[in-house]
């Protein structure tokens, strides 16, 4: 059990180092970095380029010239995938960004609503998605807890 645990913030610290690396070469600014989130927040993606506007999805589809700008602060309350990408013209001018804000509290009552259909492909079959917390995982107690 301890080494998953280990595990786990070893991946999330990763993350979140991998995050800072990529903020000072990307040509956008978000207000908040991917990772786990406690609170409820507003999140604003600038373009640090001149001529850029910021177009963004939650949905997990890329980033189009004609998708939804982001104009104001989003609000995050809840797990949520961004998709991000400056464009100029109608013309990507950045790579596509994504940062994933994971709401644990939440995971619980989780049910997929929103989420995809199918998690992909195998052999040629759709493989269906399942997002729901197993209900007996949800009410067991690590052992030595009463």
Not at 90 to 110: D, K, M, N
């Amino acid at each position: 059990m301890f080494a998953r645990v280990s595990l786990f913030v070893q991946l999330i610290v990763a993350s979140q180092t991998l995050d800072a690396v990529r903020a000072e070469r990307s040509p956008l600014s978000w207000s908040a970095e991917g990772g786990l989130k406690q609170n409820a927040f507003e999140l604003r993606i600038d373009s640090k380029l001149s001529e850029g506007k910021v177009i963004y999805t939650t949905n997990e589809a890329a980033p189009a010239a004609n998708g939804t700008p982001l104009e104001t602060p989003l609000k995050i309350g809840s797990t949520t995938i961004i998709r991000a990408q400056s464009f100029n013209g109608g013309r990507a001018v950045s790579e596509i960004e994504t940062r994933s804000f994971i709401f644990p509290a939440a995971a619980l009552e989780q049910t997929g609503a929103g989420f995809p259909k199918s998690w992909g492909v195998n052999d040629g079959k759709p493989v269906p998605a399942y997002y729901e917390m197993a209900k007996a995982l949800s009410r067991t107690r690590p052992r030595g807890r009463n």
